[in-house]
């Protein structure tokens, strides 16, 4: 490893303002990229209580020489670059010399490492950037630190975290980010003494993605590759079928650095665009290698975005490789007929012409008895008529069973008439007689005024019919209604979600739906659970990046509620701050949407009848949740004008 040495003050004014320690996944990041400088092939990382109270990174790499530990906890002090010039030529992940500076000082440090050709390692301690101890310690070779009680000092910084899960869930992103960027590094996380990820460190990017995203996700992918030039993207990326309803999984490397590329971002929309579903985003993990003279790293305090010589170089080589890939990769299943199998179905067909039944006997329905004596049944012959009537009959005569089965029995019986065998018949029986109130016993219960009937008056209407099956055509009186199917169902359903009938209407699932999400969208949903579920849906946390879903509302089909927690996770993360009441709106918003008729769908006679029916007993709804009318009016007036009459 080389020299750690203290940049000079024309060097560092070159460089980005470093990025403030401000939570434990930021401490995690740059630690764990100065294992992977230092060539390590095996990192293992231990949180507690979120990564507040305790934090361990333990790597096998170089190490650090005893001279220089006391210059690496200092202030713009690396081995990574030594003239301004190196900046043009960036090929490491850190290289400003700011972290363990910036680590020190808000926390306390413990340092165990042995560089190679040591023969004893060193102990080195530091708490809020001043020196305790430093002393021999044996250790193997490598490099461990340990984090204790970060913000012990600064208050201030200390009230700003979050709860513990959400700031473990934030570490646990940034643990599968360098996972995935690195698969030639066998990571370990231990999160409150629980192991809850292990790469293999095989260098295959598809191991490496099953170890994060699990089975599923994997399956969903098809891998992607393609060299342009100087530039070369390989990875993987989501078959158009797998399309998920937001951006969230889209993961793009350069040079095996996170970054954020609205270029390599359109480009990969553009590419899948005519293959996914219009709203659906495709997935990604993709990694960029390019010359580093071809692109600067060192223009954003957090190294995430990156500015290259050629954009449009870069456009199309993401494009073209996305677009291969889609083209060849997602194929769909062929039937081919042999000529062979064809010829043998037609054989096998014209024998089956060939085939005669045998001819009708006269003596058919002739029996025998024992003896030997002929019996002639008659045959029956019943026309289609007689059939209809005697199909007529019976239900009429279930009908009045049913109506005489359904009304209350009024018979009683006086003491002493029991008839034959104990039963009373019906000639024993009279009519129950209305009880009567003794005159000397006060009434002392309210009499409450019988209510008016107050339903609306019922509305005329006819239902013509449906066009493009997204339109119903309807008429009252002197009106003609052509009503959006999909936006009064969608409003419909909206104002009884709002109303708070979710309770009521929700239903436990026979078999739990489990949803990966990113560490984010995962750590939002759990922070949510209480929203969700007066939204009608009870969630759990299933460990790792996914969550269960055993209850959902009642009015959402069972096969879009994967899909569904997707949107509201995507939803809830860029909405952090938003009320909660707007949150629980915009919840409504979506499960009305998704659970609503869809521009397309068939619908018979009946349901038009009774939608149109329903939609017009309900007078304030005139715009679905967009802001869309739901239906146009048009008096016989304005058509008869419209065609000269009047």
């Not at 430093?134 to 709860?163: E, Q, W």
């Not at 790293?297 to 073209?320: C, D, G, M, S, W």
């Not at 008016?452 to 008056?457: I, L, N, V, Y």
Request: charged share 25%; hydrophobic share 40%.
């Amino acid at each position: 490893m080389s020299k750690i040495q203290i940049l000079s003050k024309q060097i560092t004014e070159l460089i980005a303002a470093g990025e403030v320690v401000e939570r434990p996944a930021s401490v995690v990041k740059e630690i764990m990229e100065n294992s992977i400088d230092a060539g390590a092939t095996d990192i293992t990382l231990e949180i507690k209580n979120g990564g507040i109270t305790y934090i361990r990174i333990t790597d096998n790499g170089t190490g650090i020489q005893k001279d220089d530990i006391a210059n690496a906890f200092k202030s713009h002090a690396t081995s990574k670059i030594s003239s301004a010039d190196d900046l043009n030529a960036i090929v490491t992940l850190g290289f400003r010399g700011e972290a363990l500076a910036s680590v020190a000082a808000v926390s306390k440090v413990e340092l165990l490492t042995r560089a190679a050709g040591e023969e004893l390692g060193t102990r080195y301690c530091i708490e809020g950037g001043e020196q305790i101890l430093f002393d021999d310690a044996g250790c193997p070779k490598g490099t461990t630190l340990i984090i204790r009680d970060l913000f012990y000092n600064t208050p201030a910084r200390m009230k700003f975290l979050k709860k513990d899960v959400s700031e473990a869930n934030a570490v646990a992103g940034v643990v599968d980010r360098i996972a995935l960027s690195h698969p030639e590094i066998a990571v370990r996380f231990i999160r409150d003494g629980k192991q809850t990820l292990l790469t293999p460190g095989d260098g295959k990017l598809s191991s490496a993605i099953y170890a994060v995203f699990g089975k599923e996700f994997t399956d969903s992918l098809i891998p992607a590759e393609y060299t342009l030039e100087n530039i070369k993207v390989s990875g993987f990326v989501s078959k158009p079928l797998a399309a998920r309803p937001n951006r969230s999984m889209q993961f793009f490397f350069l040079n095996k650095r996170l970054i954020k590329t609205a270029t390599g971002t359109t480009a990969l929309n553009e590419a899948d665009k005519h293959s996914s579903m219009a709203g659906k985003f495709p997935s990604c993990v993709l990694n960029i290698d390019i010359s580093p003279d071809q692109v600067d790293i060192n223009v954003h305090p957090a190294k995430t975005e990156a500015r290259f010589v050629n954009e449009k170089q870069l456009f199309n080589v993401i494009y073209y490789c996305v677009k291969n890939a889609v083209h060849g990769g997602d194929s769909r299943p062929n039937i081919n007929v042999a000529k062979a199998a064809v010829a043998q179905y037609l054989n096998i067909a014209d024998e089956a012409r060939q085939i005669r039944l045998p001819d009708k006997k006269e003596d058919f329905w002739e029996h025998r008895l024992a003896d030997g004596t002929k019996i002639h049944k008659p045959q029956i012959n019943i026309t289609a008529d007689d059939a209809i009537d005697e199909i007529v009959k019976d239900l009429k005569e279930a009908e009045n069973y049913s109506a005489a089965a359904c009304q209350p029995p009024n018979i009683v019986s006086e003491p002493g008439m029991a008839g034959e065998n104990g039963y009373i018949t019906a000639s024993e029986t009279k009519p129950a007689a209305k009880p009567v109130m003794p005159e000397n016993i006060t009434q002392n219960y309210p009499v409450f005024p019988q209510e008016e009937d107050t339903a609306p008056p019922e509305i005329s209407v006819t239902v013509i019919g449906e066009v493009f099956r997204t339109y119903i055509i309807a008429e009252s009186g002197e009106q003609i209604y052509i009503i959006d199917k999909h936006a009064a169902h969608e409003r419909i359903i909206f104002d009884q979600l709002m109303a708070g009938k979710t309770d009521e209407s929700a239903q436990i699932m026979l078999v739990p739906v489990t949803v990966t999400l990113s560490k984010e969208e995962y750590s939002a949903v759990l922070e949510n659970t209480d929203l969700l579920i007066k939204a009608g849906f009870e969630v759990e946390d299933f460990g790792a990046g996914m969550v269960i879903v055993r209850e959902c509302p009642m009015m959402l089909d069972m096969g879009s509620v994967e899909e569904v927690l997707m949107e509201l996770a995507g939803y809830l993360l860029s909405n952090r701050h938003e009320l909660i009441s707007g949150k629980l709106e915009w919840l409504f918003h979506s499960i009305a949407c998704r659970a609503a008729i869809k521009a397309g769908d068939f619908t018979s006679g009946y349901e038009r009848e009774r939608f149109v029916e329903n939609l017009l007993s309900l007078p304030d709804i005139r715009y679905c949740p967009h802001g869309r009318p739901v239906m146009i009016e048009m008096k016989r007036k304005e058509l008869e004008k419209s065609f000269g009459r009047i």
